[in-house]
């Protein structure tokens, strides 16, 4: 069973878009935020892409989230579960906005306040909408360090 996330962002007006998508190399069960990660997926078929990517799309949509949302799904013999959705920036957020250069959090605080996608400036490109989505022709790897990481009953300095 493989892990794989998806940064998507939603508007008031219902425009929805993925930033970007990303793999957990470490199998299940080693939280996200301490995976190694890649972005953009290695192992995903388009098919199995575009069904996530549909996925998620359809999940902000239904559960009306406005902002930046992280999706995760487990994915194993073409069939996904969905293992967790965060309604707000997370970890990955941090990772996704370093990688494609799209402000997940500056983005979803202008949708805090009533904009739309339609009407943020992209910062990248300064000629069009935050609305498209970035696309990006290189690998991104986030490797933990272990300085984080503890044993039961272990202070973390």
Known sequence: MEGFEYEVMRDSGDTCITICNMENVDPMGVHTGESIVVTPSQTLSDVEHQMLRSASIRIIRALRIEGGCNIQFALKNGEYRVIEVNPRVS????????ATGYPIARISAKIAIGMRLSEIPNRVTNETPASFEPTIDYTVVKIRDGRLTSSPGQIIP
Do not use: D, T, V
Request: cysteine-free; aromatic content about 0%; glycine content about 0%.
């Open 91 to 98: 970890r990955s957020s941090a990772l996704a906005s370093k």
